[in-house]
């Protein structure tokens, strides 16, 4: 392994201070965690390769997450990918999910909150959930729709109410029972994974916001593939390193770093690991919205991404400049003026429209395909 040091600014190394602002529960939730990983109960394992490329030499760039959290995260010379080198063992990110993730991240003082205003969310987006299921052609009451990763059912239960089938997925039993009182069908993976959905028999899997926090893109990206039938979809986002000159994690690699995800996506990157896995583009957006279909088998196929490392450290040192003080300035005045976060988004998504022809372009590849 030959890794050279290259933290992107002072904010990036291990102080041990979070650089984000925390709900009293956060902080609690917090405390507990860290007690956690200083008694042993959570540890962590040491990645030498590049898990996309198999390449060695890397840049390490952070050490440190907005949380204060410590862990490095480094760039792959290879193909580009940014990934965690000391990810939780496979033990502790099973407890890690089951007993810590969820209260970490969330600032409302309950869970009840949080599940309500991720309902809100999902219904207000459910017209371009809509318009994809047309765009697919998915028929009302026969092609399943399974969501893996699927919470309390926000996403589904919208598709649902307009005659889909629809079938969840998660880890979390509490967050399941709370889909089953909604009459959403839900499925515990904690204990048994994906080997207790191979008798679904989906037309179409979301997994949304989840490849990021695996040990194994591939592997991921494989048993979803198995999962489905020849012919079928995968509808996928991830957070996106493109984003971020545009304001996306308040516009610099900080706002996303977070403990729970191992791994950042470019969509270079991202095409490989799907190709790999058997599935061809049918719509992608620099967002890392992207709609494929099932077409061949998986088969690994570890792959150099020439000059992608580089683009990808010149992205990340630009975010770091004085340049991407409008985005950071927007993000905080917004928040001042306690804007809720669903109408930051479209805010600033309106702005990048005015900005960027290739926002503009994909707005219409959204308006035709949901996507």
Known sequence: MNERNLLLGPIYAA??????????????????????????????????????????????VAQTDRYGDRFDTVLCDGCGLIYTAN?????????????????LYS????????????????????AASLRMLTYLGLRKGEDLILDIGGGAGWFLHP??????????????AELIEIARSYGIAFTDIGDVGFAGLKDLKPKLIVLREVLEHTLDPFQQLADVNALLPMGGYLYLTVPPLDELPYG??????IGLLQNAHNFLFDTKVLQSYL??????????????RILVQKTAVPRRSPCLIPGNAARNLALLKRCETRTQYIWRGLSKFMRVLKIPKQDQYYIKALLLRIVSSTARREHKLFLETGV
């Open 159 to 172: 598709l649902m109410e307009q005659g889909y089938a629809v079938h969840g997925a998660d880890y979390d």
């Open 275 to 288: 190709h790999q896995a058997g599935f061809s583009i049918i719509a992608c957006r620099r967002n890392l």
């Open 15 to 60: 102080t041990g201070r979070a650089t984000t602002p925390l709900s009293t529960s956060q902080k609690d939730a917090w405390e507990c965690y860290f007690k956690a990983c200083e008694s042993g109960i959570l540890t962590r394992m040491l990645v030498e390769q590049c898990p996309q490329c198999r390449t060695s030499e890397r840049t390490l």
């Open 248 to 253: 996306y994690g308040d516009g610099r690699l």
């Open 87 to 103: 990810p939780f063992d496979v033990e502790s990110t099973g407890r890690f999910y089951r007993d810590y993730y969820r209260s």
């Open 107 to 126: 600032k409302e003082g309950s869970r009840l909150q949080a599940v309500e205003r991720m309902f809100a969310v999902n219904r207000e987006k459910a």
